[in-house]
T-cell receptor, first 113, second 115 residues
Framework: AQSVTQPDIHITVSEGASLELRCNYSYGATPYLFWYVQSPGQGLQLLLKYFSGDTLVQGIKGFEAEFKRSQSSFNLRKPSVHWSDAAEYFCAVFSGGYNKLIFGAGTRLAVHP | DGGITQSPKYLFRKEGQNVTLSCEQNLNHDAMYWYRQDPGQGLRLIYYSQIVNDFQKGDIAEGYSVSREKKESFPLTVTSAQKNPTAFYLC??????????????FGPGTRLLVL
């Protein structure tokens, strides 16, 4: 069955440090992958998406993600974290067979000054 | 300003009561979705609708009902049959359902609490 795993429930980084949030998926066909961000008590905002082509995709707020088929991964990165990046991050894969998005459980990011 | 609105922001339900959560979009999107979010569990799909007057059950439809009488509106009713309704409810929409490249856009959510 299709699934998305975000191995890290909580991550804490210092402001200005680099960030990598991990996402692994299980999907038989070519995956269509998304990263969303959610501030406390708010809806989800799309950061970036991968459908095809260049495996390194750029998103909003200085985020990027790299699709690695051999590792079934779609990790999110940012070279220098800002305090305003503190939020919860969700990775998702579109399941064509079920016509729906499958979400990971999320990674909560805390940023220390 | 195009977007998705959800109301109310907070909703309180008494035992045995049905409550309805509102979701409106002015993006001219055909597809709309309802998700439930519980801590540590990500988002789970309750119902979705591809066109007006049509909707399909998602993974956790029991205890919920929806209607889609207008393109821009997709209200969700949490019935008394839903024994554990306390959660954060998110509505989303996309241009279509069939196209895999149709990104879903989310509303700000409604938090439902049981009294």
């Amino acid at each position: 069955a299709q699934s998305v795993t975000q191995p890290d429930i909580h991550i804490t980084v210092s402001e200005g440090a680099s960030l990598e949030l991990r996402c692994n998926y299980s999907y038989g066909a070519t995956p269509y992958l998304f990263w969303y961000v959610q501030s406390p008590g708010q809806g989800l905002q799309l950061l970036l998406k991968y459908f095809s082509g260049d495996t390194l995709v750029q998103g909003i707020k200085g985020f990027e993600a790299e699709f690695k088929r051999s590792q079934s991964s779609f990790n999110l990165r940012k070279p220098s974290v800002h305090w305003s990046d503190a939020a919860e991050y969700f990775c998702a894969v579109f399941s064509g067979g079920y016509n729906k998005l499958i979400f990971g459980a999320g990674t909560r990011l805390a940023v220390h000054p | 300003d195009g977007g998705i609105t959800q109301s109310p922001k907070y909703l309180f339900r008494k035992e045995g009561q049905n409550v309805t959560l509102s979701c409106e979009q002015n993006l001219n999107h055909d597809a709309m979705y309802w998700y439930r979010q519980d801590p540590g569990q990500g988002l789970r799909l309750i119902y979705y609708s591809q066109i007006v007057n049509d909707f399909q059950k998602g993974d956790i439809a029991e205890g919920y009902s929806v209607s889609r009488e207008k393109k821009e509106s997709f209200p969700l009713t949490v019935t008394s049959a839903q024994k554990n309704p306390t959660a954060f409810y998110l509505c989303a929409s996309s241009r279509g359902l069939a196209g895999v490249q149709e990104t879903q856009y989310f509303g700000p959510g409604t938090r439902l609490l049981v009294l």
